[in-house]
């Protein structure tokens, strides 16, 4: 009898160490579900990083959004790992305003600027430090000037080429005239912005050299007709001509 009140008291405690046991599991198991309920509902909040702080990020594409989850700005490399170029855009994704890349197997590089309608207006490159060329094109995307240097010449294409002082008046400008038959000429200007001298090579007219006054008038004339003629002229101020050859 002494010896089943010990043993009576232990299966007691037995049981209430089993019992604590699993209120205490059942309370873990609703915390995980809870949890989990929890993490599920912020899923998103929780996958957004706003800050990365890290000495190495290594991916091949990487996007920058803004708040209405617009790209902004991507970085990305080609499939076959060559040319990597980072592009930044405007309101839209559509309509990129920037743009700079670089071609691991060529060396080459680039650098694009583009209007607000996503038409580029100047591009630079350099192609495997051979050459290195500036690009300007017009509102309907056509070339306007372009510069380029192979390392010995430089080269300018240009429809107009102006130069100006330091004051910005006009001094010279280079170009071909208007229209589909325009001609190459050279036009010299005074410090008031003038005209004083013309250079011109007009294929069925006239090769020749133009002179003019204070107030811009045509007053001499030199040159070479379509003919193989030559030709030349001096003109009063109204216009009149009085000498000329032949």
């Known amino acids: ?36 309920i929890a993490g ?18 290594m991916t091949n594409y990487l996007d920058v959004n803004d708040s209405e989850g617009k790209v902004r700005c991507r970085v990305a490399l080609t499939p ?3 040319f990597v170029s980072m592009k930044f855009f405007g309101s839209d994704t559509n309509t990129m305003r920037l743009s700079l890349g670089v071609s691991a197997s060529t060396g080459t590089t680039g650098f694009a600027l583009y209007n607000k309608i996503g038409k580029k207006i100047i591009f630079m490159t350099n192609e495997a430090d051979t050459s290195t060329s500036v690009t300007v094109y017009n509102k309907e995307g056509e070339v306007a000037t372009s510069i380029v240097n192979n390392g010995q010449n430089n080269v300018i294409f240009s429809g107009n080429y102006v130069v100006t002082d ?32 013309g250079l011109y090579a007009h294929e069925k007219e006239t090769y020749g050299l133009a002179l003019f006054d204070a107030k811009g008038l045509n007053r001499a004339t030199v040159g070479i007709t379509s003919q193989s003629s030559g030709a030349a002229a001096i003109i009063d101020t109204d216009g009149k001509i009085l000498w000329k050859a032949p």
Not at 40 to 57: N, Q
Not at 178 to 186: H, L, M, N
Request: cysteine-free.
């Open 80 to 82: 076959n790992q060559d």
């Open 166 to 197: 330091k004051s910005g008046a006009t001094r010279a400008i280079m170009g071909l005239s208007e229209g589909a038959e325009g001609f190459p000429y050279i036009d010299l200007y005074d410090k008031e912005g003038i005209k004083r001298v």
């Open 40 to 57: 599920w509902s912020a899923r998103e909040h929780l996958l957004s990083v706003d800050t990365v702080i890290a000495s190495k990020i």
């Open 1 to 36: 009898m002494d010896t089943e009140v010990p043993q009576n008291q232990d299966i007691d405690n037995l049981r209430q160490k089993v019992r604590r046991l699993e209120r205490l599991v059942v309370t873990m198991l609703i915390l995980l579900v809870v949890a989990g």
